[in-house]
Each structure stands twice: as structure tokens, then as C-alpha cells.
């Protein structure tokens, strides 16, 4: 591509391309020297990326702050701190909840009759991550690798019933909510009502909030610890989820979550 050289330097590897930040380039390098060693040192860091131990200190500082390294009091190195393995266990754990929830979506779609998906929450917005469609000529389509409002649709309605009310203001500091539909929740106001309903019942609903004709039931997985990780839903159109649809599925919904909040420990 224009704009890059990789051409080998005398070391052997690549150049880097143009147009890199410096100092972003000089913290995932140093982040990644954990790959090989439990324990990173100022001196060895410093050796390694031909930095300063001036400007080592002060990644290992700003890195330290935001809680990616930690150092030991007693050999004075760093390793890796609460966030970063975090980051990394979340992205393990996402991986492997798609793979465990397939037989669980299979039988959610073959009890009910209709689409089940698996979504988890980012920011404001639900990511689709899998889904398992009804055999049905008529039915509600996978929605895998969307992207919508969380407020807009039961699955991410029920993610978003676990956090406080202090982080959804945060979210929505405005107080108002995106209306993808007439029936859409349109502000934090009304969002904290259904979000109570939700904890109380132990599902949530969406009817016709995110996509007119379409309605979805959704409940929560947990982890060991009660976290909630991502939750399923089951979804069908509008003209065969009529009077008393809502009622029939939920059971089925709330089983299945629970049966794989069991499995996920």
C-alpha cells in the first residue's frame, strides 16, 4: 500500500509504516514483551526498545495509572495489572460463550419455533454475535454482526437492567434516547421504568422498538460471580407472536439462560 516500506531493516524485520504514533507504538510494544516474561524491568524494557529509563518510567507510570501494569514491591518489576487481564479474559470468555451457546440457541429455536440470538453489550449499543434462525418460510433474519441502541431492543434492554443508575445516566447524559421506531423508549426517564419491570419479571420485551413487526423475549447469562456476560433472546414476527406469545416463551427463555449461565461457571 502507498505510504508504507516494508522493507527489511539490517535486524532482519520489516520497517514499520509510515503514519504510526510514536508513543502509542512505544506502549504496545512494551505491553507485549509480557508475552514472554511474567515480569518486565525498567532496565530490560529500556535495553530492549532503545529508550531512555526516563521515558521508560513514564510509560510504566501512565501505564501503571490505568491499572495495565502493576509493580511488585518486592522485586520492583511490573506485570501485567487488573485491566489488562481483564481485557484479555473478556475476550477469551466472549470467544468461548460462542462456543458453549450454539446447543443452547439450537434448543431455544427448536422449543419456541423462532430465531434465537446471543448479544453482548457495548457502551450504549448491543452487538449481535450469534444467532440460530427459525426453519420457519416466514421468520425474524439473524441480526449477527449488528449493531443497535440497547434501549431498542429486548436483548440489550436486559444487559442493560443489570447496571446502575449512575453508569446509564452516564450513558445517556442528555436524557434522551434515539426512537428507531414510534414505539422506541425516547428518554432515560422511561428507560429506568421498563429497566425495573425488567428486574422484577426477570426478562425483557421488545415489541416493534427496534423494527415495526417484530417481538423478542430476552433473558440474561451470568458468570460464577453474577455478572452478567451476554444474554439470549428469542425473536418472531409480529403475526405469529400475537395475544399471550410473551407469556408462553419467557419460561423457555429464562430456562435456557440459566441452564447456560450454569455452563459458562
Same mark, same amino acid.
Given at each position: 500500500m502507498a505510504g508504507e516500506d516494508d522493507t527489511p531493516d539490517r535486524s532482519g524485520q520489516a520497517k514499520s509504516p509510515s503514519g504510526l504514533i510514536g508513543a502509542v507504538d512505544n506502549v504496545l510494544h512494551l505491553l507485549r514483551m509480557f508475552e514472554d516474561h511474567e515480569t %518486565?524491568?525498567?532496565?530490560?524494557?529500556?535495553? +530492549?526498545?532503545?529508550?531512555? +529509563?526516563? &521515558?521508560?518510567?513514564?510509560?510504566?507510570? &501512565?501505564?501503571?495509572?490505568?491499572?495495565?501494569?502493576?509493580? *511488585?514491591?518486592?522485586?520492583?518489576?511490573?506485570?501485567?495489572?487488573?485491566?489488562?487481564?481483564? %481485557?484479555?479474559? =473478556?475476550?477469551?470468555?466472549?470467544?468461548?460463550?460462542?462456543?458453549?451457546?450454539? *446447543?443452547?440457541l439450537t434448543r431455544l429455536r427448536d422449543e419456541t419455533g423462532e430465531t434465537a440470538h446471543l448479544a453482548c453489550l457495548r457502551g450504549t449499543d448491543v452487538v449481535y454475535l450469534d444467532a440460530v434462525e427459525s426453519t420457519q418460510a416466514v421468520r425474524a433474519s439473524s441480526r449477527v454482526g449488528w449493531s443497535v441502541p440497547a434501549h431498542a431492543?429486548?436483548?440489550?434492554?436486559?444487559?442493560?437492567a443489570e447496571l446502575p443508575v449512575t453508569e446509564l445516566a452516564a450513558l445517556?447524559?442528555?436524557?434522551?434516547?434515539?426512537?428507531?421506531?414510534?414505539?422506541? %423508549?425516547?428518554?432515560?426517564?422511561?428507560?429506568?421504568?421498563?429497566?425495573? /419491570?425488567?428486574?422484577?419479571?426477570?426478562?425483557?420485551?421488545? *415489541?416493534?422498538?427496534?423494527?415495526?413487526?417484530?417481538?423478542?423475549v430476552?433473558? /440474561?447469562?451470568? *458468570?460464577?460471580?453474577?455478572?452478567?456476560?451476554?444474554? %439470549?433472546?428469542?425473536? /418472531?414476527?409480529? =403475526?405469529?407472536?400475537?395475544?399471550?406469545?410473551?407469556?408462553?416463551v419467557a419460561p423457555t427463555v429464562t430456562r435456557i439462560a440459566k441452564e447456560l449461565s450454569e455452563r459458562i461457571g
Open positions: %518486565i524491568r525498567v532496565n530490560q524494557v529500556a535495553q +530492549r526498545m532503545g529508550l531512555s +529509563r526516563s &521515558t521508560v518510567h513514564r510509560l510504566l507510570a &501512565t501505564l501503571s495509572h490505568h491499572q495495565f501494569v502493576q509493580q *511488585d514491591e518486592g522485586s520492583r518489576g511490573y506485570r501485567p495489572g487488573p485491566a489488562l487481564v481483564d %481485557i484479555g479474559l =473478556s475476550v477469551v470468555v466472549n470467544i468461548d460463550i460462542q462456543a458453549v451457546s450454539r *446447543d443452547a431492543t429486548a436483548i440489550g434492554k436486559v444487559m442493560l445517556h447524559p442528555r436524557g434522551e434516547l434515539a426512537k428507531l421506531t414510534e414505539h422506541t %423508549i425516547g428518554t432515560l426517564d422511561d428507560l429506568l421504568l421498563a429497566l425495573a /419491570a425488567v428486574r422484577e419479571r426477570g426478562y425483557a420485551t421488545n *415489541d416493534g422498538e427496534s423494527q415495526l413487526e417484530v417481538r423478542s430476552a433473558a /440474561a447469562v451470568r *458468570d460464577e460471580h453474577g455478572h452478567t456476560r451476554v444474554a %439470549i433472546a428469542v425473536t /418472531a414476527p409480529s =403475526s405469529r407472536a400475537g395475544t399471550g406469545w410473551t407469556e408462553s
